[in-house]
């Protein structure tokens, strides 16, 4: 059965890692640019980030995500190297139109932070099971019910990708052209929202009423099928980065 989770099987030790170290190193991640706002640092966790996905044999899955968040980010480059307050120093012009140092340094500064989040939060979804993470997560306290909207938000992207695929060969086959030039691929796009976004609520209740049917609002106490995954060198890696988190605040207060 095709998985409809963005998970990647690998053999890697990320993978052996514990759902809640990798949600710290989210929290590490945001936090150290944050502290130290330089373009060194923010540089050196990025590289961090990617260098952990490329341990993690998942860095090819990262491409699609990275594409999309440039082509974003592009933007930001554009508006801050042009219109940021603060320009003062012209790097080059082309004709009327002027870019300007400081907003690209600053632009460059957000590119960094924002693709070092977006990295940590992949080296999660990668090489982490939903199931292992809400699992963990309600081991720790957390409402099951929570945990339920943490997996479908996990999988709504991949089963609505799955679905339009679906759609879209049985559109092929009945004779509908699909490919082509851009006005040709949106007139095939429009006609597959309908049977996605149905799909995706028909999807919805019939889970919502087989949990219902497991007790899933029961308030007796549940047991677990598997037991809890832990990692030998989770406490290491975690007393690690709280430590770097404050002496970066004691070199920000202090130095």
């Given at each position: 059965m095709k998985s409809i989770s963005l998970y990647v099987e690998r053999d890697s030790f990320i993978h052996d890692v514990d759902p809640i170290t990798k949600l710290l190193y989210i929290l590490f991640a945001l936090l150290i640019p944050i502290i130290l706002p330089t373009f060194t640092i923010s540089f050196?966790?990025?590289?961090?980030?990617?260098?952990l996905l490329i341990v993690a044999?998942?860095?090819r899955k990262t491409v699609?995500?990275?594409?999309f968040v440039f082509l974003v980010l592009i933007t930001v480059v554009i508006i801050q190297g042009l219109f940021k307050p603060e320009n003062e120093t012209v790097l080059f012009q082309i004709g009327p139109v002027a870019m300007y140092k400081e907003g690209l340094l600053y632009a460059l500064t957000i590119t960094l932070r924002v693709t070092n989040i977006v990295s940590s939060f992949l080296i999660l979804v990668l090489t982490t099971?939903?199931?292992d993470l809400v699992e963990t997560l309600v081991r720790k306290g957390m409402s099951p019910r929570i945990g339920y909207v943490i997996?479908?938000?996990f999988q709504i992207i991949?089963?609505?990708?799955?679905?339009?695929?679906?759609?879209m060969?049985?559109?092929r086959a009945r004779g509908m052209e699909t490919e082509g030039n851009l006005f040709v691929r949106v007139k095939a796009f429009v006609p597959?929202?309908?049977?996605?976004?149905?799909?995706a609520l028909i999807n919805t209740k019939e889970r919502a009423m087989a949990l219902e049917v497991r007790g899933f609002n029961s308030r007796t106490p549940k047991t677990y099928l598997y037991e809890e995954k832990k990692y030998t060198h989770s406490k290491l890696i975690q007393s690690a980065m709280l430590f770097l988190v404050v002496g970066a605040v004691a070199w920000r207060i202090f130095v």
């Amino acid at each position: 059965m095709k998985s409809i989770s963005l998970y990647v099987e690998r053999d890697s030790f990320i993978h052996d890692v514990d759902p809640i170290t990798k949600l710290l190193y989210i929290l590490f991640a945001l936090l150290i640019p944050i502290i130290l706002p330089t373009f060194t640092i923010s540089f050196f966790c990025l590289g961090i980030s990617i260098l952990l996905l490329i341990v993690a044999k998942v860095i090819r899955k990262t491409v699609p995500v990275f594409s999309f968040v440039f082509l974003v980010l592009i933007t930001v480059v554009i508006i801050q190297g042009l219109f940021k307050p603060e320009n003062e120093t012209v790097l080059f012009q082309i004709g009327p139109v002027a870019m300007y140092k400081e907003g690209l340094l600053y632009a460059l500064t957000i590119t960094l932070r924002v693709t070092n989040i977006v990295s940590s939060f992949l080296i999660l979804v990668l090489t982490t099971k939903p199931s292992d993470l809400v699992e963990t997560l309600v081991r720790k306290g957390m409402s099951p019910r929570i945990g339920y909207v943490i997996v479908s938000v996990f999988q709504i992207i991949p089963e609505m990708m799955s679905s339009m695929g679906t759609i879209m060969d049985a559109q092929r086959a009945r004779g509908m052209e699909t490919e082509g030039n851009l006005f040709v691929r949106v007139k095939a796009f429009v006609p597959l929202l309908g049977p996605v976004i149905l799909g995706a609520l028909i999807n919805t209740k019939e889970r919502a009423m087989a949990l219902e049917v497991r007790g899933f609002n029961s308030r007796t106490p549940k047991t677990y099928l598997y037991e809890e995954k832990k990692y030998t060198h989770s406490k290491l890696i975690q007393s690690a980065m709280l430590f770097l988190v404050v002496g970066a605040v004691a070199w920000r207060i202090f130095v």
